[in-house]
């Protein structure tokens, strides 16, 4: 998966989320950052940050079987809609991961 799925993906759930709405310049393009590769220097980030390390894609691991158990027990609709998110965050975040891995 490479990073510009993964930012798609996560502008996505941003505004699915409504978080996207009413921010300052909206319907106005994105300045352009000059002389850095934004998206290679946040790829680097994840593997040279503290959560880089093999020991932070497991406890990811662990947490998304965790939350995918409780999604498997829980009936309300609220909470099972809570847990589909943090999931989602998860997945996205071990994907991150991942895709520095590999390069």
Known sequence: MGIDRLIEQQIRRSQMNGSMDHLEGEGKPIPRRSGTNFARSAQMSV?????????????????ISTLEDQLKTTTKSDERFEIRKALMDKRLELSVYEEARRK
């Open 47 to 63: 593997v040279n940050g503290a959560g880089g390390s093999i020991q932070g894609e497991l406890t990811l691991r662990r947490e």
